[in-house]
């Protein structure tokens, strides 16, 4: 059964406000009237995004048999909010943490596969929804499939704490065409927006 503590349900909303908070300061090249106006539309495109990835490595990990909970992390929040202030945007803003008896090497790169598969697939909706659309829907959608399809890949990189690492100690392979798809999808991105 998933249970929401109170205070994961806070760490969730706080986090997903300030990621769409300083992704839409920076794509309103720092301008604070259009980043307020910008900001509706980067809680559906990344706001959304990002509780999916989390709550995808906490509803994997449950799967499991594991206790599973989002924590917000302070300073990755500053950080989100220093580097959004230098035009960049590197959110950390927390974790799903994961406890219970011995986690297999096998269900950690599932767990940490969850999250990014679920931004591709994310990506893909925004970006079906983007080619048949207009006006305001098409500018969330294109955005939505901008962002979910970085942090897609972003989170791949087999850098020490990211999903990639755990998923490349897994399955190499299996790291190897999802990382790929996310590169792909984020490469074409790149020419949408």
Known sequence: MVNFTTRE???IIIS???????????????????AISLLPASIIGVGVGFVFHEIAHKFMAIKYGFWA????????????????YFG?????PGAVYIHGAY???????????????????LALSFMFIASFSTGILSGIA????????????????PFSV????????????I???????????????????
């Open 162 to 173: 990211l999903d990639g690492a755990k998923v490349i100690r897994w399955n190499p392979i």
């Open 142 to 157: 294109t955005l939505g499939y901008a962002v979910n399809s970085f942090i897609a890949f972003f989170n791949l990189l």
């Open 9 to 11: 349900i806070r760490d």
């Open 103 to 121: 986690i297999s090497r096998e269900e950690n790169g599932k767990i940490a596969l969850a999250g990014p598969a679920t931004n591709i697939l």
């Open 16 to 34: 997903m406000l300030v990621i769409a908070a300083v992704f839409s300061y920076v794509f309103s090249n720092k301008q604070v009237n259009i």
């Open 69 to 84: 909970e989002y924590k917000l992390w302070v300073g990755g929040i500053l950080l989100a909010l220093i580097t959004a």
């Open 175 to 193: 790291w190897l065409l999802a990382i790929l798809i996310a590169l792909a999808i984020t490469f074409k991105s790149i020419f949408t927006l």
């Open 88 to 92: 960049f945007v590197f959110a950390a």
